[in-house]
């Protein structure tokens, strides 16, 4: 990745997400950094004491959510903002979903 001394602190103001459906924009929702970095660390503690099976099993997929890789990328160039995470589309509901760190 390069020498961590070369790397600038790169801060990210939020998480955008949108939602279209039908090709109208249903939902444009900006959270807050700080406030995304607190529910990734809650989502993964709840999964990690989950040991029962059954409910919300949408906790599992934040095990793959490494935020501390991404900066450091964001950090060395290899990345850079606006950064796609996620998208979904779903078009026989005609519905499309990205979300975005800013």
């Known amino acids: 990745m390069g020498n961590k001394q070369n790397m600038k602190p790169v801060k990210?103001?939020?998480i955008r997400i949108e939602v279209t459906e039908?090709?109208?924009?249903?939902?444009?929702?900006?959270v807050p950094y700080?406030?995304?970095k607190m529910?990734?660390?809650?989502?993964?503690m709840a999964d990690n004491s989950k040991k029962k099976g059954g409910a919300n099993n949408e906790l599992e997929r934040l095990k793959d959510v490494?935020?501390?890789?991404?900066?450091?990328s964001l950090g060395s160039g290899e990345l850079?903002?606006?950064?796609l995470l996620v998208e979904v589309d779903e078009p026989d509901k005609n519905q499309h979903v990205k979300i975005t760190l800013e």
């Open 80 to 83: 850079t903002l606006p950064y």
């Open 34 to 36: 700080f406030v995304v």
């Open 22 to 30: 039908n090709d109208v924009m249903t939902a444009n929702v900006r």
């Open 12 to 14: 990210p103001k939020g």
């Open 66 to 72: 490494d935020m501390d890789a991404i900066l450091e």
């Open 39 to 44: 529910g990734l660390k809650f989502g993964q």
